[in-house]
């Protein structure tokens, strides 16, 4: 039997993304983001993801269609991002999704965001370790999970207690004056800079911390720190290091990212990592989780940075993955959610 022709339809934030996947092979990740609509914004507007949504998706589906070489009388199960997200863009994909399962006579699952951005990283590698520790980093979340029984299993171990990565990111580049979102933007401006030029503060490691909290993360304080610092010289008329600023912040949250990680495999005898999301693209986090794994005799699994943002291949994936361990597709009436716990990886 020929392996089953799965796709991928992504719309909990601002990308607009259509993967198709076939025996573990990607054929297409199309992906159409409405991120410069909401730049002047300063952050994602629910109502402009939604209705960019709905003008996106159907070129999307015809050019993955083309670019995978199939019609859709091709595809035999559909996979969509059900939750967690934004619920007005989410309700887009479904609704196609659902429209075409009915429309097509084939299976849909309605699937866990977080889960997708973890088995993503088998379309570039081949299968996840068991066990591994995944540690996602994105916009919306940052979690250590413990990924276990063939995929089949996903506990969460830690979470960041308030601003998750990317929005720590995006957050300290809106203090300096970068464009949204600014993860990439600190990424760039930072290589320029001295990792080592201010020491800012890594949230939850003062004493009784690491004990009480030791695979959860703390963003918050970082950003008032960097507020503090660079209005601590504007009033003395000086001007902002922008660059030595960005390395900096960026030394610290790839620091305590990394530093949880390794203790987390540590902690529960696992010898292997999958980072996922989007911070995942930053190539300091990439350079030290690296460096680190290494010297404690991890293996450090890291998707390419196109398969790290959101997009629709990782949808596909994970559909695949549960059509091919035989789980039951969705009802046609399952919801869509704000907040999918990542142990549920679909309806
Ligand atoms: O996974 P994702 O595309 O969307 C969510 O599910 O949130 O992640 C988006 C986040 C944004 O906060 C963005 O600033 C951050 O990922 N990001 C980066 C980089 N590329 C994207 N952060 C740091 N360095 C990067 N190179
Ligand atoms: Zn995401």
């Not at 991890?298 to 695949?320: F, H, K, Q, Y």
Request: charged share 20%; proline share 7%.
């Amino acid at each position: 039997m020929t392996s089953p022709m799965v796709l991928g339809i992504e719309t909990s934030c601002d990308e607009t993304g259509i993967g198709i996947v076939s025996g573990g092979e990607l054929l297409a990740n199309e992906i159409a983001s409405s991120v410069d609509e909401h730049a002047r914004f300063g952050g994602v507007v629910p109502e402009i993801a939604s209705r960019s949504h709905l003008e996106a998706i159907e070129p999307a589906l015809r050019r993955a269609c083309g670019t995978a070489g199939i019609t859709l009388d091709d595809v035999d199960a559909i996979a969509v991002t059900a939750g967690p997200g934004l619920v007005g863009a989410l309700i887009v994909g479904v609704a196609t999704g659902k429209a075409l399962s009915a429309a097509l006579g084939v299976p849909i699952y309605g699937v866990n965001h977080l889960a997708s951005h973890v088995v993503v990283d088998e379309l570039q590698h081949g299968p996840l370790p068991d066990p591994t520790v995944g540690l996602l980093v994105s916009g919306g979340h940052s979690s250590l999970l413990l990924v276990a029984d063939d995929v089949a299993s996903i506990s969460p171990l830690g979470q960041t207690l308030d601003d998750a990565a990317g929005e720590a990111f995006d957050k300290v580049a809106r203090l300096l004056g970068l464009p949204f979102p600014g993860g990439p933007w600190i990424d760039k401006v930072a290589a320029d800079g001295d990792p080592a030029a201010i020491a800012f503060p890594r949230g939850l490691t003062g004493p009784g911390d690491c004990e009480r909290y030791p695979y959860d993360f703390s963003f918050s304080g970082l950003k008032t720190a960097v507020a503090r610092w660079v209005a601590a010289r504007e009033a003395a008329g000086e001007s902002i290091p922008i660059a030595d600023v960005a390395a900096s912040v960026q030394e610290a949250i790839a620091d305590v990212l990394t530093a949880r990680t390794v203790a987390a495999c540590r902690d529960h005898g696992v010898d292997h990592v999958v980072l996922g999301g989007g911070v995942a693209a930053n190539s300091r986090l990439r350079a030290m989780a690296e460096q680190r794994c290494e010297a404690a005799g991890i293996s450090l699994r890291v998707p390419r940075p196109e398969l790290c943002t959101d997009n629709g291949a990782m949808v596909a994936a994970l559909g695949a993955r549960l059509v091919a361990s035989g789980v039951p597709a969705s009802p046609l009436d399952f919801p869509t959610t704000s907040h999918l716990p990542v142990t549920q990886r679909s309806w």
